[in-house]
Nanobody, 129 residues
């Protein structure tokens, strides 16, 4: 399996930026992609973007495109989520998740949480107005 640990969350003022990290360990060589999700209080977990582990290709939902940037440092097995122009609506717990090449998931879309095989514990981001 792959183990994921997020870090970098905290309290930030509106208009600021933040970089979150997702450190992967274990079967990183079997990792197909890493996605980022966020979950605001009382809301469902929401897809925030994805990066291919090998190619570095990225995919973002329309809701965050232009403000969120995902990158990867393969040497350090770490994926980053850079968030710009933060607003209070970005307040949430941010999770990273990994999909493996030999996944047994039957989901066919990376937008859905059940497409992923492993999750981190999340990191809290709070944006003050």
């Amino acid at each position: 399996q792959v183990q994921l640990v997020e870090s970098g969350g905290g309290l930030v003022q509106a208009g600021g930026s933040l970089r979150l990290s997702c450190a992967a360990s274990g079967r990183t060589g079997s990792t197909y992609a890493v996605g980022w999700f966020r979950q605001a209080p009382g809301k469902e977990r929401e897809f925030a973007g994805l990066i291919s582990w090998s190619s570095g290709n990225t995919y973002y939902p329309h809701s965050v495109k232009g403000r969120f940037t995902i990158s990867i440092d393969n040497a350090k097995n770490t994926v980053f989520l850079q968030i710009y122009s933060l607003t209070p609506q970005d307040t949430a717990v941010y999770f990273c998740a990994a999909r493996l090449f030999d996944s047994v998931s039957k989901s066919d879309s990376y937008y859905y949480t059940d497409w992923y095989d492993a999750w981190g514990q999340g990191t809290q981001v709070t944006v003050s107005s």
